[in-house]
């Protein structure tokens, strides 16, 4: 009995080895491309993400877009309770009309103050004569003298205060400016041209600045990245040709270039299934999508969805039968 039971305990033991190797010689081959010149890696497609924030605190009146929505650049996603500020918008307009007000009375004092000046310098070119031929006395040539220095300063007093009432309309109209831009930044934009991801907020909320209200996937920004061990990275270059096949689509090649080679080694992320792949240090790789091939196709990109992508190191290398096929372009 105790025969039997080491021996049922020793092929268990083997079968699990067995698969166990089994295992590991899968995955080495649906990472590792025999074909020479090309490395692979496992991956999942990505895209950029986008947040879609506030730039100042406030209460969410409404928002126009559910999850999974495609929406285009400058679409108008959300906006903010701004009615206080478009009260302080026509305060400010307000206040531009007043200094505009005073510059219109400035500019009549200033053309009052040269009427005056111009009188009084004729007054003293006369009084000047007079005194020269005896015809006035000198408390009447210095009378005119100190009237004309008294219509300079008048005129001087009056220009400056003109320029003052120039300062305040642009002070005014620069107010204005920065309460309707505030205005503008409340209507929150799709910078991007892409899908809704996530909504993070609903109608009522208050927010804070910076409080994220949507999240978009910016899809003609699509790409997988992948794992490669360093006597291959060395041979990757920038917009070396690449393939990336979907698990969801077996059968579809889909033409992608490199577009990211890490500058750097780092271990192998946790979602590699083998304890010995964890441990060598590997390069990260970036294998993007042409945004080209995105805009016809962006109906059907979804990201999370894990494959391989295969990256050509040698450019004279031939792509293997099953990766020669191409997406539709």
Do not use: C
Request: avoid cysteine; hydrophobic fraction near 45%.
């Amino acid at each position: 009995m105790a025969a039997n039971r080491h021996l049922k305990w020793y092929i268990l033991g083997v079968i699990v080895l067995l698969a166990a190797g089994l295992s590991t010689f899968l995955w080495l081959r649906h990472s590792t491309d025999a074909t020479e010149g090309i490395a692979s890696g496992n991956g999942r497609i990505e895209a950029v993400e986008v947040d879609i924030t506030t730039k100042y605190s406030g209460r969410l009146v409404a928002i126009l877009a559910k999850e999974g929505d495609m929406v285009e650049a400058g679409q108008v996603l959300a906006n903010m309770d701004v009615q206080d500020l478009k009260a302080q918008v026509r305060q400010a307009e307000a206040e531009v009309r007043q200094a505009r007000q005073k510059r219109i009375f400035a500019a009549a004092v200033v053309d009052q103050r040269k009427s005056e000046l111009t009188l009084s310098e004729k007054d003293l070119d006369r009084s000047r004569r007079l005194y020269e031929s005896k015809a006035v006395a000198l408390q009447k040539l210095q009378h005119d003298e100190t009237a004309e220095q008294t219509a300079k300063a008048s005129l001087e007093a009056a220009s400056a205060q003109f320029a003052d009432t120039e300062a305040a309309i642009e002070a005014a109209d620069a107010k204005t400016e920065e309460i309707k831009t505030h205005l503008e930044d409340n209507v929150l934009k799709s910078p991007i041209g892409g899908r809704v991801l996530y909504r993070l907020a609903e109608p009522g909320e208050v927010l804070p600045a910076g409080g994220k209200a949507l999240t978009l996937l910016d899809l003609s920004d699509v790409y997988m990245t992948i794992f490669v061990p360093t006597e291959h990275a060395g041979k990757i270059n920038i917009g070396s040709d690449a393939r990336i096949l979907l698990d969801a689509l077996p059968g579809i090649v889909i033409p992608a270039t490199v577009s990211f080679v890490a500058p750097r080694a780092q271990f192998t992320p946790k979602e590699v299934e083998t304890q010995t792949e964890r441990e060598k240090l590997m390069f990260r790789v970036k294998v993007k999508i042409a945004p080209e091939l995105l805009k016809k196709h962006v109906e059907k990109v979804k990201t999370g969805l894990p494959g391989v992508a295969y990256v050509r190191m040698d450019p004279s290398a031939q792509w293997p039968e099953r990766l020669s096929a191409r997406l539709a372009q």
